[in-house]
Structures are given as C-alpha cells and as structure tokens.
C-alpha cells in the first residue's frame, strides 16, 4: 500500500512573492527567506527554480506512524484515542535538543521517504481506525503546501486534523490553514527572546507569541506544551511570567503542559529535570490562574492526570499515554458539572 | 659547560619518559569527561597528542645540532612540562566554557580536535623535543655513528622504560588514591627532579646557569608546597564545581576504568559517569529501565533465576525484582559505581543490594559468563549502544552464542539498542539491523519490540518465543503484578502492534549491514559514524569515506611506495634517504596495530580485567624495550647492517601474518582450558614478542641515519617523530575503522602490506658511503 518515493515533480510552493530577478521571497514561516534562483530557503525543502519556487516534500513523508493521541500531547481532544502522524524532513528551527532530530535536522534528500498522496493518507489514517491526523514530528510549516492538501481531504471525509508546531508559521497561512483544523499544540520553549536565537537557532519567541494570539482568536483548540530543561529555561520568574502573559492574552482554560527534559541530540550533558522543578512550574502556574496544568515524561506522577479547577476532582486520570479513567459527562465534570473545554467527542 | 654524567642524563630520559606517560593517561582522562568521550575521542586525543610530540620532536632534532648547551635546553623543556602540566588539567575542566559550549551542550569532533590539541600542546610539544635534546645530552657531541647510534638506542630504551613504570604508577596507586590535579602536581615535582640531576654537580650547574638553576628551584618549592599545603587539593575542587556549573559537587572520584562524579541541584542527584548522566534521583528515568527489563522477563512463562549483566544502577537490578523471580546474580564491571550509587542516590542500587535474592558479582559480564556453572531462565544485558570495543564484547556473536549455552532449557535472553520509531534513519537502522543478524545467528528465534526510544530484542533457542503475543505477556503481566507505571497491560499492546513491529522490521531491514563479531566489532564502527552524523555531519562523509578502505588499498599504496623508490634509484635521486624514516613511521604504525589487536584478542577472550590488560600493555613496551636493548648490545659488538634491518622488516611483516591465525587458535583453545595459565601466557609473550621486533629497529634505524651523515639529535628527532606519526595513524585508523570494519585478519594483512612496502623502498634506496668524520672530542669524554 505505501511505497517509497519516487523522483516526483515537485509541487509549486504557495505562499511566495516573486521578486526582481529570478529571486523570490518566501512567506511561510518568520524568516521570510529571500531566495535567488537554484538556492533553496532556511529549511532546505523549498527551491527556487527559474523564479518559481517549489516544495520538494509533497507528497513525500518520512514518518508515518500510529500513536495515542496523549504522546503529542493533547489532553483535551478526544482523550484514549489514536491518532495517524506524518512527519517529513526539516524543520524553520535547529534546536540543540531536539528530540526528532533524525528527520527535522535532516534534508529530504538525506532521508528515505515514501510515497503517498493526500487521499492515500486519509485512507491510511481511516484504515488504522485513527480518530484524527496529525502533523507532528518535525515543523509542519516547511511541509505546508501537503499538509494543507490533506487537511482539505480528510475535513471533506470528516476525519479531525490537528497540529504540532513551534509556532514559527506567518501569519497569513496560518490563518488559512486555521480554517480547517481542529487541533494545534504548540511548543513554547523557552520565555525569553535569547532562548530562542540561542538554542533554537534564530527563532522568535515575538512570532511564536503572535501565533498563539492568532490560534486563539480563530477559536481552534489549543494546547500548549513547555519543554523544562535545567538551568535553560527554568528560571521560576521566567515561568511566571509565561503563565501571565498565557492567562492574560489566551485565557486561564488553556491546558498547560510541563514536559520533563532527557538529554537528547545535542544537548547530552545536562541532567534530567528535577521533579521539583517540574512541581514547582505546575504551583506557580496554578499561582497565575490557568486553570489546566499538567506534568509531562514523568510517568506515574499524579500531576500527569487532569482535575477539575472547581471541585478539585479527578477529571482524565493519565499514567504516561494512557487513559485509565474518565470522570466526565458530555464534556463536564462528573462531580460539580463544570464544563471543561476541548474536543470530546 | 659542565656536563651531567651519563647516569644523570639517563635517569632523567626514564623519568621524562614516566612524566610523559602519567600527562598523557591524565589528560585523556580528563578530555574524555570534558568530551563525553567514545572510542573515537580516545583516538583523536591519543593520536593528538603523538602528532604534537611527533611535531616538538621534530622542531628540535634540527636545532639540536646546533646548541651549545643542550643541558641546559633539557632543563627548560622539563621546566615547562612541569608548569604546563597542573594547568592544562585545570584547562581541560573549563574546556567548554573555553569552547563556548553552551551549558548541556555535547561538543564536536572539531572542538574536540582543536580543543584537545589546545589542552595537550603545552606538555605534549615539549616533551617530543626532550627526545631530541636527551638524545644530544646522552651522546654529548660525539659525531661516531656507532657509538652513537647505542646512545640512541638506550635513550630509546630507558625512555621506554619510563613510560612502562608509569602505567603500571598510575593504574594502581596514583589513581585509585589521588586525585587527577595532585597527580599531576607529582608529575610536575617528577619533572623537575631531572632537571636537578642535569644540574649536578651542584655547584658548578648553579655558576653556570644561574637562570635555568634559579627556575628549578623555584618549581620545586612550588610544587612541593602545592602539595603539602592542600593547594593542589583546593584546585581540584575549584575546577570541579567549575566543570559542573550550576550544580554542586557531592563526590568525585577516580576509578581505573573512569570517572564517576555525583551532582546536586533542585532537590536532584545525578550520577555521571565520565560526564555522561547516567542516573537521578529521587525520580529516575522509569522508561529505560522498565522497556529493558519487563518486556523480556514477561516473554519468560516463569523466570526463577535470572542474571543481569550491567546497567543495575540505573534501575534494573530494582525492576528485575518486581517479578517473583527466586534469585538473581547481577555482574558489574566498575563496583565502585554500585558503591557511590548507594552511598550518595539512595533508591538507586541500596534495596536491590540488600534483596536476599540477590548474588552481587564485582566481574566483567564476558568473563563470568565464560566460567560460570550457572543456568538462567533469563539472562539480561543491561548495556545498550556500545561506542567502544570494550562493551562490545557483550554484543558479538561468539558472546551471544555462550550466553545461549548458559541459558536453562526455555530460557531466553533480553538486550536492547536505541531506536526512533517514526523514522529510523541510516545511523540507527544499521545499528539495529547488525544487531538483529548477530542475534539470528547465535539464536534459533529472535523477536523485537520497537520501544519508545530502543528496541528491545528477545532471543531464545526455544520456539515458545515465536508463540507468544502482546496479550499472553499481558496476561502474565496481570498474574504478576509487577507494578510497573510505563509497561502496563495497555502499553504492551500498543509496542507490539503487528503495525508497529512491521514499520520497525522494514525500516531496520532496509540498510546495508555486517554481523558483529569477535574479530570485527563492526557495531562500534556503526556507533561512532553514528555519532559524528550527530555532532559533526560534515565529517561524517569523511569517515565513512574512510570506511571504504580494503587491504587491496594497502597493496596499491606499498606498490606505489615501491614504484617511487625506484624511479628515485633509477633517477639517482637522494630519495633514498626517506627510506629509514618510513620503515620506522610504518612499524610505529604496526606496533599500534599490533598492541590494538592483542588486546582486544585479550579482552574478548578473558573479559575487562584492568590488571591484566595493564600487564600486557605493560609486556608490550617490556619487549620494545628488550628489543631495543639487544640490538644496542648487537650495535656494541660491531654488529648489524643493512641486511639485518631488511630483517628486521621481514620479520614485522611476518607477525603481521602470524597474529591472525595464532589468535585464532588462541580463541580456539579457550573452549576447554578456560582461564588456563599458558593461554593467558601465550599472550603475554605475543605481546612480547610483537614489542621486541618493533623496538629492535629503533636503534639500528638510527645507527644506519647516523651513518648517512646526520647528527644525532637530528636522527633521534626524525626518526622519534616518524614512529609517533605512524603510530597516530595506528591509533586513528586501527581503532576506529580498520579493526571494526575490516576485521583483524583484513586490518593484519594490509599491515604486512605496508611492511612489504617500507621493505621494497629500504632495498631500493642507495646505500650511502658512510661519514668518516673523525669522532669529536667530547665522544670521549664521559663525564
């Protein structure tokens, strides 16, 4: 059923602004690349040919992979469920301890891909009995053009999308794309502007802020996800304000996950996060207001589940991915009735 | 300028080679912290570090002839060494705030290049330059190529001799009893106890070089102050909590077989081991340890006896007791880990230590399990990725294939390696693929189960394993309430869904891969290719360009050796005069080869055991040095000549072919008479023997230099340089790439090729009239 890729015709890129000259001007992602013909932009998956600039990754993912929707993670959609996850080279950062890095840091050409239209998706997602596909693994920006096609597939079978994403989309295609998914969980990774250029190569935590306003403002669920390295991004005044500015400019029912830190890639020397630097994140976020916040890559812990910000009551009881129990009705607490938000059925 | 006795200038070349020795091991140590280092980091600083002492010794053969007081340029050259050396240790601790790594970050393969080279350069280089000086001191000006062709010699050989003292000093006594930067303070008082010696007699080196005199002194005190004031101590610590940044220093210390520092910070202790994380409390990682240790135990239908070789610490000796397992034996190799472990992370190994069922067993996994009565039901290899050759052992067919003779009737066998499920790209997919190969042909069934980050492999010769399924492992699972948070009931299933086995199985099986084994740890290749991929990807190309290399490479390159010599000739072209300089560079680079094989012949066969190896490194440098001494006494007696020489190289050449097969049937012979005193001798006296044939041509090399006419520093320099050029690429090339990819026999053969090589060039060059000065006159005058 899936083949391995063949040397297809690239697509056309969308999004792009042709210039003088055979040079072009990228308008996916915050690095608006300026690209002069027969170079490619910052994640190497867009080419300017002829001044006509093409994405080399349609159609050719990399990673295709059944997973408990849980691992991505997303709390509030469809607990218990699985979900159908692409992923294909490059990523719009490099950060020094990515965990996917064997795809993200990697150029298309450097990775074997398979082969598999947006219809074949879909079928492989509803073939897999998965509740939703998920863009996931590496950027999903710098494979915008496929993803975009599938979204529009698997909206018109009646199968939810969802995202993960560093936030690093322009606006402008992310307002389009925003129109027809269901889910989008973003990676904030640090607080702090010198994190980003620092550790994830020249990004920006301005832009990343922006996105989240925008996810917010089209009304899609959104989740969000904060990696806690030591001595990186752990500053307690930087977490605090992260939480502020979160309750302030999203609103306190936006889940909140602090995710436990293992050294990977390149960041090799560091130690695990303290468990109490992770339960020190989720008082202070709870100090600030929000009202869903959870632990992450600590399995067995009890701050993995979550409760009610009313009663107090045990509401998706979690050990790592897994569901054991749910304590809720028609998406409202089964014990005080406080309607929680997200997709639940 | 009065001149140092013989005795003088002899004892201080041995100490010079003592202190080179200990700067060197201490070094590296410390870089491999610093770098997180692998097989391939070793190579790089120990190949560094012959590059630099190859370069000082190089810069100073020419100057040498030329200096009025070489004595003197002796005393210097230690006094630096003797300066330099505490501070490139502190260097090496702050390296990478130096680099400007950020805090966490793993370095390069340039920065450890460059960074290595920057830490080694201020001892390394001028210890190269002490050969050629000692060189100059020992044979005073005598310009007699005989007699100072012995002089050499015995330089060679009492620098040899240093050199050994030194391993055998640092394995067991300084190291398990100093830290690093008084060790070094003590190599430092070392080097400049020499320097007293040239000085001697007192009075009149004191007139006479008032500066140099004045230097030493004020060395001496320092580092004898440093020592016994506590400074020494105090740095130490200093650089530590610099090392580690941000995190408090619980406990440091030295083990033979590396370095183990436990660090506090946010209510967390981490156990490094040389700087690699291993293990936190109070909340290890549960992932790693429970994938490990309960997948394979639950394909077991009653696990009662169950043997866990390495990785207890780090929590599987804890899980492996979660199940109703009757007793188990847990092997590690470094019991002073399990020691700091208990003492400083409670929860780590204290509960598993005090379990009644446990047997704790202080040995290397390979060793216990060749001589062990013992059968299991379950044996666990709690060691994942080996980088180096050492955990390798534990990985090898002919590892694999006792293990299954030591398993009970039904019993099975439990590894793992690291994986990334959604993609696995070359890197891994190879590890995993030669892995999955090795298993399937020591085991009858092998069965995976893709991880979340590793795979973990099942092998047993019993076909219950082909039968069972995620449900009947979850079943038992349920019956045997192990507790487990990560592999639950639901996890199982979702690890072995058909699905994700068969994604795991195509991606594995779809790169290119070798079976590792004994005689070609092909997985350490993969690991470390693996690892540049990682930190530095464009080397990596490099390395597996490299990687390509095949004895019939070798042959080219010695038939293009060959062809050059002769168009010299036949060009009466002074060519020739490369020639010595090449046998010698490319006997370094066999001697390299040689030792490199014998010990990881050793080590497969016999296991880890520190003493034993320092015993052989120790027999090959005893026999290069025994080498040397009888053809200095050959060289007295008027003896040696071209045709010896060419002898010489022959008989190199000849080892070359021999080991492969002698190791063969060493191997053999280990089946029956396991732990045998003439099996472990026979190794020895390879060792010996491999040292003598190489250290026997030093001093009839520089005899036949010395007879083209040059001086005697200049040949020591030359000749001194071209064997350390050689042995760096005997370090480089044999360690990491030959012997893993090409194996021992191919990695033999092309050696015996570069001999033949090095042999055609010595015959094809012209025979020079030999220089008939007349000897000068301080060749007579010993002091």
């Known amino acids: ?345 | 300028m009065p001149r140092p006795s013989r005795g003088a200038a002899g004892a201080a070349i041995a100490l010079s080679g003592l202190v080179g020795m200990a700067a060197q091991i201490v070094l590296l140590r410390e870089l491999m912290v610093a770098f997180l280092g692998n097989e391939l980091i070793v190579g790089v600083v120990l190949a560094n570090w012959l590059a630099l002492e190859a370069l000082g010794s190089l810069a100073l053969s020419r100057a040498s002839g030329r200096m009025r007081d070489p004595a003197a340029a002796f005393v210097w050259l230690s006094l630096i060494i003797a300066a330099a050396l505490p501070a490139t240790v502190f260097v090496a601790r702050v390296m990478r705030q130096l680099l400007g790594a950020g805090a966490g970050q793993g370095l390069g393969l340039l920065h450890v290049i460059t960074g290595s080279l920057a830490v080694l350069a201020p001892v390394a280089l001028p210890h190269g330059g002490l050969f050629a000086v000692s060189c100059r001191v020992l044979c005073g000006g005598s310009g007699e190529p005989a007699e100072a062709g012995r002089f050499l010699g015995s330089a060679y050989v009492l620098e040899t001799l240093g050199t050994m003292v030194a391993g055998a000093l640092l394995t067991f006594l300084l190291i398990p009893h100093l830290d690093p930067v008084r060790i070094s303070v003590w190599m430092a008082l070392l080097s400049v106890l020499p320097c007293v010696l040239i000085l001697h007699p007192l009075g009149r080196g004191l007139r006479s070089r008032p500066a140099a005199s004045a230097a030493t002194g004020v060395l001496l005190v320092a580092s004898a102050l440093a020592l016994a004031a506590g400074f020494a101590g105090r740095l130490h610590r200093y650089s530590l909590q610099l090392r580690w940044e941000g995190r408090e220093v619980v406990d440091h210390r030295s083990t033979v077989h590396g370095s183990i520092t436990v660090t506090s910070s946010g209510g967390q202790r981490t156990l490094h081991y040389d700087g690699v994380p291993t293990v936190s409390t109070p909340s290890p990682d549960a992932v790693r340890p429970e994938e490990m240790v309960h997948i394979p135990l639950l394909f077991h239908p009653r696990p009662e006896e169950v043997l866990l070789v390495g990785g207890g610490v780090e929590g599987l000796a804890a899980e492996m007791l979660r199940h109703p397992i009757d007793s188990a034996d847990w092997v590690e190799l470094d019991d002073r880990l399990v020691e700091v472990a208990r003492r400083f992370l409670p929860g780590t190994a204290t509960a598993a230590m005090e379990d009644p069922r446990v047997r704790f067993i202080p040995d290397d996994g390979r060793h216990y399990l060749a001589g062990t009565e013992s059968r299991y039901d379950v044996i666990l290899l709690g060691i994942s990725d080996p980088q180096s050759i050492q955990p390798n052992r534990l990985f090898t067919r002919e590892f694999l294939q006792t293990a299954s003779e030591r398993l009970a009737p039904g019993g099975l066998l439990g590894l793992s390696a690291s994986s990334y499920q959604p993609y696995m790209g070359e890197g891994l997919g190879r590890r995993n693929a030669s892995i999955l190969m090795t298993l399937r042909e020591a085991f009858e069934h092998v069965r995976v189960v893709p991880g979340e980050n590793r795979a973990v492999y099942v092998a047993s010769d019993d076909a219950a394993l082909s039968l069972q399924t995620a449900d009947s492992l979850a079943a038992r699972h349920s019956a045997r309430e192990p507790g487990t948070v990560v592999v639950t009931p639901g996890y199982l299933r979702y690890l072995m869904s058909r699905r994700r086995t068969d994604r795991f199985l195509e991606s594995v099986e779809g790169t290119r891969a070798q079976v590792n084994t004994d005689q070609r740890p092909i997985l350490v290749f993969y690991a470390l290719s693996h690892w540049t991929a990682l930190f530095s990807p464009a080397l990596h190309d490099g390395l597996e360009w490299l990687a390509g290399a095949r004895p019939r490479h070798a042959a080219v390159l010695a038939g293009l050796i060959a062809a050059v010599f002769l168009a010299a000739r036949l060009a009466r072209r002074p060519a020739g005069r490369a020639a010595l300089p090449l046998a010698i560079g490319t006997t370094g680079f066999s001697a390299m080869v040689f030792d490199l094989a014998v010990m990881l012949g050793f080590q497969t066969l016999y296991g880890y055991l520190y003493r034993d190896i320092g015993l052989l490194v120790s027999a090959f440098m005893f026999g290069s040095a025994l080498g040397g001494m009888l053809m200095v006494r050959l060289l007295r007696r008027g003896g040696g000549g071209r045709w010896l020489f060419a002898g010489t190289e022959l008989s190199v050449a000849g080892f070359a072919l021999l080991l492969p097969p002698v190791m063969g049937a060493l191997a053999g012979g280990t089946g029956t008479t396991l732990g045998g005193g003439w099996l472990r001798a026979a190794f020895v006296v390879l060792s010996l023997a491999g040292g003598s044939l190489v250290g026997a041509q030093f001093p009839l090399a520089s005899r036949l230099h010395l007879g083209g006419g040059s001086a005697p520093g200049a040949t020591g320099g030359i000749l001194n340089a071209a064997d350390l050029i050689g042995g760096w690429c005997g370090g480089m090339l044999g360690g990491v790439i030959l012997l893993p990819v090409v194996g021992l026999r191919g990695t033999c053969g092309m050696v015996a090729l570069l001999k033949f090589g090095s042999l055609a060039a010595f015959l094809l060059s012209r025979r020079r009239p030999e220089a008939s000065r007349p000897p000068g006159p301080s060749a007579k005058s010993p002091a």
């Not at chain 1, 996916?28 to 690349?33: S, V």
């Not at chain 1, 998956?45 to 059944?66: F, I, K, M, S």
């Not at chain 1, 996810?215 to 989740?223: S, T």
């Open chain 1, 1 to 345: 059923m899936i083949s391995a890729a063949t040397p297809d015709e690239p697509a056309e890129a969308r999004y792009y602004t042709p210039l003088e000259g055979d040079t072009v001007r990228c308008g996916l992602c915050f690095r608006g690349c300026l690209i002069p013909e027969g170079e490619r932009g910052f994640c190497s998956n867009r080419e300017n040919r002829g001044g006509t600039l093409y994405t080399l990754v349609y159609n050719r993912p990399c990673a295709l992979q059944v997973d408990p929707i849980e691992k991505e993670p997303m709390y509030h959609f469809l607990p218990g469920t699985r979900i159908y996850c692409v992923g294909t080279a490059s990523c719009t950062f490099t950060c020094l301890h990515c965990h996917n890095w064997h795809m993200s840091q990697r150029t298309v050409e450097e990775l074997r891909s398979y082969h598999l239209t947006p219809g074949q998706v879909v079928d492989q997602a509803e073939e897999n009995d998965c509740a939703a596909i998920s863009f996931t693994y590496n950027e999903p920006t710098v494979f915008y053009e496929y993803m975009y096609d599938v979204v529009l597939e698997a909206e018109e079978r009646g199968l939810r999308t969802i995202l993960h994403t560093n936030g690093s989309m322009a606006e402008e295609p992310l307002r389009a794309i925003l129109g027809h998914v269901d889910g989008v969980t973003v990676d904030l990774k640090a607080f702090s502007e010198d994190f980003y250029d620092e550790v994830c190569g020249g990004g920006e935590l301005e832009h990343v802020l922006g996105t989240l306003r925008t996810i917010r403002e089209e009304g899609v669920w959104l989740e969000i996800v904060y990696l806690v390295i030591p001595t990186l991004n752990d500053d307690p005044d930087e977490i605090r304000a992260m939480c502020r500015w979160v309750r302030d400019e999203l609103g306190p029912d936006v889940p909140v996950h602090f995710s436990r830190f293992s050294p990977s890639y390149r960041l090799t020397r560091l130690s695990p996060t303290p468990i109490s630097t992770l339960e020190e994140a989720w008082s202070i976020a709870r100090e600030a207001g929000l009202e869903y916040v959870t632990l992450g890559n600590v399995p067995g812990h009890v701050r993995n589940s979550t409760f009610c910000p009313e009663c107090g009551a045990t509401l998706i009881d979690r050990t790592h991915f897994q569901v054991n129990e749910m304590n809720m009705r028609d998406g409202s607490c089964r014990r005080c009735g406080l309607e929680v938000p997200g997709v639940w059925e």
